[in-house]
């Protein structure tokens, strides 16, 4: 049989390169900061989610060290069996405390944090309504489910009202949106959401991936942007980007949603609990989150002086609040040779193309971070000019 599938295969991947969309994975060889080694050389990193540069934060790095000490490696079992730590429930509370909701449950990661919420809280009596950009991991957590599904298109806020007064025939309804969209930086309305959701009588979830750490004006998210605390009644998150760049996620909101996933949300219960070692380097991170905002402040100051030049030189940028610059390139084959071009003059960045956005829609998504500096920053926006001259795309 393999035979066969081999020859579907070759074929598959091979069209896939001729179509300029095959993806190629470049070797860092060093930790992740600003400054990553790539190919033997020193480049600067722009298509990281590192957004407070704290991916190799040595405070953070002493955290995870000394939890490895205290609590071991690893967990070898699942939550509910032997896999429950002190420090499990310290890091629950942690994130509680930040998005002031009241209990939290830790994933692997968001993708099975979105994965997991959906099926057990919804059957084919429920409505769940998606915004049309919403992550992956949401879509196929939408899958999972029964309930019937209704779609708007991106921060619509007339569709999405047709959508929630169709579903007043089911019996709840929830509306789910990412926070930041990861691919063209904007973020979701949720003050219009939530006031649309209590008008009909529905649930309102977010995915913060993209904007806890990045969004507001101490970053915590939005909540904090929109000044919506306790309207959400989901939210979904991840250690692994802004959180210290490791890998883990969670789900925190309502305590009677969080008490139920516990018992049946199929990626909790049969996952390792998240490592000791991340749990630690965690509840660290949070507790340096709560010292200082100078690392959210940097932040913001990097990505205002990117754009604003970047726009400057004539480059077609997505308007958005969050850390996420796309610069539209359109075509497939073109953010290719642009992303090659950049490293040559010592900047990775990726191109993005379909299936990751809609096709004829590529780009190169740029991401800041507090660990860049204007001499980075300069660095990169030469490169970018001095590229898109030679690429005819300015």
């Known amino acids: 049989m393999y035979t066969s599938l081999k020859k579907h295969l070759t074929a598959e991947l091979q069209s896939i390169e001729e179509a300029g969309l095959y993806k190629k994975e470049r070797i860092i060889a060093s930790s992740q900061s600003a400054e990553i080694e790539v190919g033997g050389k020193t480049v600067l990193n722009f298509c990281a989610n590192n957004y407070l540069g704290l991916s190799n934060n040595a405070r953070i790095i002493e955290a995870a060290k000394k939890a490895m000490d205290t609590h071991g490696f690893g967990m070898s079992s699942v939550r509910f069996i032997c896999g429950t730590q002190d420090i499990h429930k310290e890091l629950e509370a942690a994130v509680s405390k930040y998005f002031k909701t009241e209990d939290t449950i830790l994933y692997a990661a968001c993708f099975d944090a979105n994965g997991g919420v959906f099926e057990p809280l919804f059957s084919e009596e429920d409505a769940i ?30 569709e999405l009202e047709n959508c929630l007064k169709e579903a007043q025939a089911q019996r709840f309804r929830i509306v789910v949106t990412d926070g930041v969209f990861s691919m063209d930086g904007n973020v979701a309305p949720l003050d219009k959401i939530c006031d649309l959701a209590e008008k009909y009588d529905a649930l309102v979830m977010v995915d913060e991936c993209h904007s806890a750490g990045v969004v507001g004006k101490t970053g915590r998210g939005v909540n904090e942007l929109f000044d919506i605390y306790g309207r959400i009644d989901i939210h979904t998150g991840t250690l692994g980007k802004a959180f210290g760049g490791g890998i883990g996620g969670f789900t925190t909101g309502r305590r009677e949603i969080i008490d139920l996933l516990r018992q049946r949300s199929r990626p909790y219960l049969f996952s390792n609990s ?106 990169c926006i030469n490169a970018f000019i001095k590229t898109g001259k030679r690429l005819s795309v300015i």
């Open 274 to 379: 998240i490592p000791p070692a991340i749990v630690g380097a965690s509840l660290e991170l949070f507790k340096m989150l709560d010292e200082s905002d100078d690392l959210h402040t940097a932040l913001v100051e990097n990505v205002e002086y990117f754009r604003s030049k970047m726009l400057a030189a004539g480059f077609d940028i997505k308007p958005a609040q969050s850390a996420i610059c796309a610069v539209m390139l359109y075509d497939a084959k073109l953010s290719q040779d642009f992303a090659a071009s950049m490293l040559d003059e010592g900047i990775y960045v990726t191109g993005f193309y379909y299936p990751v956005v809609p096709k004829g829609q590529a780009r190169i998504r740029v991401q800041l971070s507090a660990a860049h500096n204007k001499t980075h920053l300069d660095k």
């Open 129 to 158: 309504i998606s915004d049309s950009l919403n992550h992956a991991s949401i879509i196929d957590g939408v899958r999972l489910s029964k309930a019937k599904r209704y779609r708007y298109a991106n921060a619509d806020m007339n």
